[in-house]
Nanobody, 121 residues
Framework: VQLQAFGGGLVQAGASLRLSCTAS????????VGWFRQAPGKGREPIAT????????YYADSMKGRFIVSRDNAKNTAYLQMNSLKPDDTATYYC???????????????WGQGTLVTVSS
């Protein structure tokens, strides 16, 4: 499955942004989708994951409250709604597809190219 993440950009602190992850090539609903981010000079950090039908959603503890993950299998797209953004949220955001909803990067075989989110103070 091929993934493409988009929707990043430059926003001010306090703003909201919704990222999208569009899949092609294989049946999107066969996969769980994970969202991760990587800030400059830091490792890849898990944000959230959603299983194939959206019934099971898990968030990393540090991401609970401001981030909301969802998906629309009819559109082959997963979403990450980000609210009350802070400068520390500046990072490249990635979506990934795998068989299980895991909060670890090595649980995913397929990755999108990432979309940059920059939050100014």
């Amino acid at each position: 499955v091929q993934l493409q993440a988009f929707g990043g950009g430059l926003v001010q602190a306090g703003a909201s942004l919704r990222l999208s992850c569009t899949a092609s090539g294989r049946t999107f609903s066969d996969y769980s989708v994970g969202w991760f981010r990587q800030a400059p000079g830091k490792g890849r950090e898990p944000i959230a994951t959603i299983n194939w039908n959206g019934a099971n959603i898990y968030y990393a503890d540090s991401m609970k409250g401001r981030f909301i993950v969802s998906r629309d299998n009819a559109k082959n797209t997963a979403y990450l709604q980000m609210n009350s953004l802070k400068p520390d949220d500046t990072a490249t955001y990635y979506c990934a597809a795998g068989h299980y909803p895991l909060l670890r990067a090595n649980g995913y075989a397929y990755w999108g190219q990432g979309t940059l989110v920059t939050v100014s103070s």
